[in-house]
T-cell receptor
């Protein structure tokens, strides 16, 4: 079946630090890959997505590249801000399964 | 604002009771997905509807059921509630329901079973 493994949290960084959150996946067929973000007390918002190998998704300074050879979709940002503090979820859809399979989430706290 | 609305925002009830959660998808979206978020299970897919018909089922308990109406809004019914059903329930909507579709999430309904 499909599964997503995310870097364990929580992650605490200082403002302007470099961020990497690791995500690897197991899927049948050719999955589409997503990063969602959940701010405190809110629902999930799509951060970025990639639908085929070597695609790079990007949004708000965040980037992730779909790596088929390593089955990975790591999230990166060059300089984090306090406002980036949230929980980040890696997810996929694959094959006939239209539903999202989520990783366990990574709590990010950015300190001023 | 994702354009997906969910009501109510909070629900507090007792064990053994039944509740109904409501979701209105984004204008034009035909698919509705229900997810449960809990501390021990994380985010889990429950069920999907597409244009009124059930399309996929996940880890949905037999005590839970859902439907999608002709106006495309959806309801999730939870009955014989147990303490372990306390969780955040999210609805998401998408277009044609394909695997490249983006799913847009509502703000969620927080259910507390006492």
């Amino acid at each position: 079946g499909n599964s997503v493994t995310q870097m364990e949290g929580p992650v605490t960084l200082s403002e302007e630090a470099f961020l990497t959150i690791n995500c690897t996946y197991t899927a049948t067929g050719y999955p589409s890959l997503f990063w969602y973000v959940q701010y405190p007390g809110e629902g999930l918002q799509l951060l970025l997505k990639a639908t085929k190998a070597d695609d790079k998704g990007s949004n708000k300074g965040f980037e992730a590249t779909y790596r088929k050879e390593t089955t990975s979709f790591h999230l990166e940002k060059g300089s984090v801000q306090v406002s980036d503090s949230a929980v980040y979820f890696c997810a996929l859809t694959s094959g006939s399964a239209r539903q999202l399979t989520f990783g366990s989430g990574t709590q990010l706290t950015v300190l001023p | 604002d994702s354009g997906v609305t969910q009501t109510p925002k909070h629900l507090i009830t007792a064990t053994g009771q039944r509740v109904t959660l409501r979701c209105s998808p984004r204008s034009g979206d035909l698919s509705v997905y229900w997810y449960q978020q809990s501390l021990d299970q994380g985010l889990q897919f429950l069920i999907q509807y597409y244009n009124g018909e059930e399309r996929a089922k996940g880890n949905i308990l037999e005590r839970f059921s859902a439907q999608q109406f002709p106006d495309l809004h959806s309801e999730l019914n939870l009955s014989s509630l147990e303490l372990g059903d306390s969780a955040l329930y999210f609805c998401a909507s998408g277009g044609a329901g394909g695997i490249t579709d983006t799913q847009y999430f509502g703000p969620g309904t927080r259910l507390t079973v006492l």
